[in-house]
């Protein structure tokens, strides 16, 4: 398993990351404490749940399957979801935050959380409301790194402003949706990432199973998966070509002699700036298939094929002027040589 560095911090996790969302939802505890003490065994030490997940049941799962090894995890939830009936009961003031934490905690059985993720964008709630809040909690001791999920870019960037500004507790990741189908940050959000200094912890690698081998293209309903029931299955999100796209992979796969799955995986994994994938399963058996995308590299000429049939369309005003400054330099007339 390899270690990467997460953003500018020192904190090392491992390039797969188990995700914990089916803990509770088809994955029941017995499987869950299986399915985390593989992970440990195989070398990965990094975990993801969200306080809303399976009505909380994951975080509880979670917890229970570390008792005894927590020195060996870490250990990322979020917050933000309704976690009630009540007005303040979900999104990122400091009232639902300092609430938020505290069940967590409780759930997990954990006197910490190693990253706290605001989950999802709450247009209300000021960022230095937020961004105060976390700041306090890392103080106290219940969070050791915050971070963010799903902002857009120039919200991203300023609530880095924000804190820097204000000598506040700063956004050491950053974990967007990332996968051969859905390459949208490309655009702006992974440079503002690199440029900044954030790491980048993706979801969804598989595209909901659409790129796990089980389908065909053309095909985007498959009984007793997750397609069928309509739960996190994102093709909305899906690029205009992501049938051509999976043709590809399928042979791709197949002549690395890999399953599409790891293929899928690897290929993001191989991605700059990329620090570790979140993969999700419900049974051991799947995790197993898929922790198989760590530990090795895809050839050149296949990584070629899949970037060139993934590539995303470039929207203005990017595609009007990132070939600008090739042609500019290209422009300058050297001296003849003497």
Same mark, same amino acid.
């Given at each position: 398993?390899?270690?990467?560095?997460?953003?500018?911090?020192?904190?090392?996790?491992?390039?797969?990351?188990?995700?914990?969302?089916?803990?509770?939802?088809?994955t029941d505890e017995r499987e869950s404490t299986?399915?985390?003490?593989?992970?440990?065994?195989?070398?990965?030490?990094?975990?993801?749940?969200?306080?809303?997940?399976?009505?909380?049941?994951?975080?509880?799962?979670?917890?229970?399957?570390?008792?005894?090894?927590?020195?060996?995890?870490?250990?990322?939830?979020?917050?933000?979801?309704?976690?009630?009936?009540?007005?303040?009961?979900?999104?990122?003031?400091?009232?639902?935050?300092?609430?938020?934490?505290?069940?967590?905690?409780?759930?997990?059985?954990?006197?910490?959380?190693?990253?706290?993720?605001?989950?999802?964008?709450?247009?209300?709630?000021?960022?230095?409301?937020?961004?105060?809040?976390?700041?306090?909690?890392?103080?106290?001791?219940?969070?050791?790194?915050?971070?963010?999920?799903?902002?857009?870019?120039?919200?991203?960037?300023?609530?880095?402003?924000?804190?820097?500004?204000?000598?506040?507790?700063?956004?050491?990741?950053?974990?967007?949706?990332? *996968?051969?189908? /859905?390459?949208?940050?490309? =655009?702006?959000?992974?440079? $503002?990432?690199? #440029?900044? !200094?954030?790491?980048?912890?993706?979801?969804?690698?598989?595209?909901?199973?659409?790129?796990?081998?089980?389908?065909?293209?053309?095909?985007?309903?498959?009984?007793?998966?997750?397609?069928?029931?309509?739960?996190?299955?994102?093709?909305?999100?899906?690029?205009?070509?992501?049938?051509?796209?999976?043709?590809?992979?399928?042979?791709?796969?197949?002549?690395?002699g890999k399953t599409p799955a790891e293929t899928?995986?690897?290929?993001?994994?191989?991605?700059?700036?990329?620090? *570790?994938?979140? /993969?999700?399963?419900?049974? =051991?058996?799947?995790?197993? $298939?898929?922790? #198989?995308? !760590?530990?090795?590299?895809?050839?050149?000429?296949?990584?070629?094929r899949l970037n060139d049939v993934s590539a995303?369309?470039?929207?203005?005003?990017?595609?009007?002027?990132?070939?600008?400054?090739?042609?500019?330099?290209?422009?300058?007339?050297?001296?003849?040589?003497?």
């Amino acid at each position: 398993m390899e270690y990467r560095q997460l953003g500018r911090s020192g904190l090392k996790v491992s390039e797969i990351c188990l995700g914990t969302m089916t803990f509770g939802h088809g994955t029941d505890e017995r499987e869950s404490t299986a399915m985390v003490a593989r992970a440990l065994d195989l070398g990965v030490n990094f975990f993801d749940t969200a306080n809303s997940y399976a009505d909380s049941e994951s975080e509880r799962l979670l917890g229970k399957a570390l008792s005894g090894r927590r020195d060996r995890a870490v250990v990322a939830t979020k917050f933000y979801n309704p976690m009630g009936g009540g007005p303040n009961d979900s999104g990122m003031s400091r009232y639902h935050i300092m609430n938020a934490i505290d069940a967590s905690l409780s759930r997990l059985d954990m006197d910490h959380v190693d990253i706290y993720y605001i989950h999802h964008v709450d247009q209300q709630t000021p960022l230095d409301e937020m961004l105060r809040a976390l700041d306090d909690l890392v103080h106290a001791g219940k969070v050791r790194y915050i971070a963010c999920s799903n902002f857009e870019a120039w919200r991203l960037m300023d609530a880095l402003w924000t804190s820097d500004a204000n000598g506040l507790s700063r956004f050491v990741c950053y974990q967007p949706q990332y *996968s051969l189908v /859905v390459r949208d940050i490309e =655009v702006e959000l992974l440079p $503002a990432c690199t #440029r900044t !200094g954030l790491g980048i912890v993706t979801w969804s690698p598989l595209a909901g199973g659409f790129l796990s081998g089980k389908y065909q293209p053309g095909e985007r309903s498959k009984q007793g998966t997750r397609s069928e029931q309509k739960w996190a299955y994102p093709d909305a999100y899906f690029a205009p070509n992501a049938d051509d796209i999976l043709a590809v992979l399928l042979e791709v796969a197949e002549s690395l002699g890999k399953t599409p799955a790891e293929t899928a995986i690897r290929w993001i994994l191989e991605r700059p700036a990329i620090t *570790s994938v979140i /993969v999700g399963a419900r049974t =051991v058996a799947q995790f197993d $298939a898929n922790v #198989r995308a !760590g530990g090795w590299r895809m050839p050149e000429d296949a990584l070629a094929r899949l970037n060139d049939v993934s590539a995303p369309r470039i929207p203005y005003p990017q595609a009007m002027e990132w070939p600008r400054d090739a042609a500019r330099l290209a422009a300058i007339e050297s001296p003849p040589a003497p």
